[in-house]
């Protein structure tokens, strides 16, 4: 299912028939989603239907033993090692496979949405047998939380305790105009980001893959290299945000309120607030099942020195979360390292500020200097994950860099020549291109620049739609309120997105 039948044929017609069968009755509008959203997963992806299918059967067993009162540690521990196997199958012996072998027909691809709903399934062992959700427990609620289609394929992961006290309410009672009316909205305005502010990125940094994987001879400009090394940055950032933003609409439509995935990270101050604001939903997990855990039994280490004990007990704890987030993100030895890099920076900073007394000078200083050390790290680690396999990154960018200005430059700085900067055009690899990207030169400084304003100078969705409480600096503020003329505006902006809608847009895990 391409990215345009998924947001423009199957979400459409889902809401039609939901909101005509609950007209009628509310509770079968329950099991028409249900069964809507198991034959979804099943037509996408059988593999992925199957395995979560068993892993489904075997945590409500388990779930159903602990309220019974057999071993919760024990079976909450075997149920973490089965749910864990399949990830840990086709994320690294599938894929260890296929870097020895270099066989493609041996690697069998990673089940779509299997990185999410594994996690998923962990939660619910933990959650559904406290106190709080035992009256919501049973079969058919399970089930929903389990294949419910909106964050199936690409999250935010939702925790079971997060939504299954929703499930029950927005089949009984009215949902809100309002709700609908917002999920609308802001599930355009995710549209909006990803066709007019992140496809046309991408397809101009493509551009120039298409070009150095055709003609390893081609060296590229010193404005290309950032364009391409800005770029991804600013695509990635727009991609992740546009879906976090259509999953939230979309689930809003239907009553219910998902995790904010998404809180403006490239304004962040440090690797921890970084960390913090970007994919949100997964960071609260590691925070809850696996940095409170580790740290709540390390501190029952036998240490004397309470102080040196905690401070151990955090940092192990925190080196402990990176490494599984790397290792969650991407099987590659690069996101480990990445990570654990990552990890060394936050405990070292949280170390020096609680050892090391600096004046307010020095303080701001540190703050500065953080945030451009932060925002070049941001750029590698972008840089490295979106560029393709098949392109040599160092070559591309460490080999005879030169500059490149507009031809009509040539007759005013002609005396610039002698050193290395040249008058081709400010992309000089147009030449080698048979098709014209959308944004050509000028344009393409343009919008990216726009985009980069867009990012620091203006408040995010979840700020806007006032779905999340930030202090983050925007220089513009900007609250949506339902009426007919911001109505009329979203309808605008949905038609000129369909008009650029590229039918070769795909879901940002499956890239």
Not at 187 to 207: N, V
Request: charge should be positive; proline fraction near 4%; aromatic fraction near 20%.
């Amino acid at each position: 299912m391409s990215f345009i039948q998924y947001y423009l044929v199957f979400f459409p017609i889902l809401i039609l028939l939901f909101y005509s069968v609950r007209f009628f009755t509310k509770k079968l509008s329950k099991y028409i989603i249900l069964l809507v959203s198991i034959f979804f997963l099943l037509y996408l992806d059988s593999l992925s239907f199957y395995i979560l299918c068993i892993l489904c059967l075997i945590n409500y067993l388990f779930i159903k033993l602990i309220i019974k009162g057999f071993n919760k540690n024990i079976l909450r521990s075997l149920g973490i090692i089965i749910n864990l196997l399949p990830l840990f199958y086709y994320k690294y012996i599938n894929s260890y496979v296929l870097i020895e072998t270099n066989d493609t027909n041996m690697f069998l691809g990673i089940p779509l949405g299997l990185s999410f709903y594994v996690l998923q399934q962990i939660t619910a062992l933990f959650d559904a047998t406290k106190k709080e959700n035992l009256d919501k427990f049973n079969f058919i609620n399970y089930l929903f939380f389990s294949f419910f289609f909106i964050y199936i394929i690409s999250g935010p992961l939702t925790p079971y305790k997060k939504v299954i006290k929703q499930f029950d309410c927005i089949f009984k009672y009215k949902i809100s105009i309002e709700n609908i009316t917002i999920g609308l909205s802001l599930f355009i305005l995710g549209f909006a980001k990803k066709t007019i502010l992140a496809d046309p990125i991408k397809e101009r940094i493509d551009s120039f893959y298409l070009v150095a994987n055709s003609h390893s001879e081609v060296q590229f400009s010193i404005i290309e290299l950032f364009y391409i090394a800005w770029g991804n940055t600013v695509e990635f950032y727009f991609s992740f945000s546009a879906f976090s933003d259509m999953a939230i609409g979309m689930a809003l439509c239907f009553g219910i309120i998902l995790p904010i995935n998404f809180n403006s990270p490239l304004k962040t101050k440090t690797p921890m607030e970084y960390i913090s604001s970007w994919h949100m939903s997964f960071m609260s997990f590691v925070r809850e099942y696996i940095f409170q855990p580790s740290f709540m039994l390390l501190k029952k280490l036998p240490i004397k020195n309470l102080e040196f004990k905690y401070t151990f007990a955090w940092s192990i704890s925190v080196f402990l979360t990176f490494f599984l987030t790397g290792a969650w993100h991407a099987p590659v030895q690069t996101s480990i390292l990445i990570s654990t890099f990552v990890a060394i920076i936050m405990v070292s900073i949280e170390l020096l500020k609680r050892f090391i007394s600096l004046p307010n000078t020095f303080n701001n200083l540190a703050n500065f200097l953080s945030r451009i050390l932060l925002l070049f790290m941001i750029i590698i680690t972008s840089t490295y994950f979106r560029t393709p396999d098949n392109i040599d990154i160092e070559n591309l960018f460490f080999n005879n860099i030169y500059l490149s200005l507009p031809n009509s430059f040539s007759e005013i700085l002609y005396f610039l020549k002698p050193y290395n900067i040249y008058f081709e055009g400010i992309f000089p690899s147009n030449k080698y291109l048979e098709i014209a990207p959308l944004l050509w030169e000028g344009r393409a400084i343009l919008h990216i620049f726009i985009c980069t304003i867009i990012i620091f100078l203006f408040p995010n969705t979840m700020e806007i739609f006032n779905l999340v409480d930030s202090n983050k600096y925007s220089l513009f503020k900007i609250k949506w309120q339902n009426n007919i003329k911001n109505a009329i505006l979203i309808g605008i902006l949905f038609t000129f997105c369909l008009l650029l809608l590229d039918n070769n847009s795909g879901f940002i895990y499956g890239q």
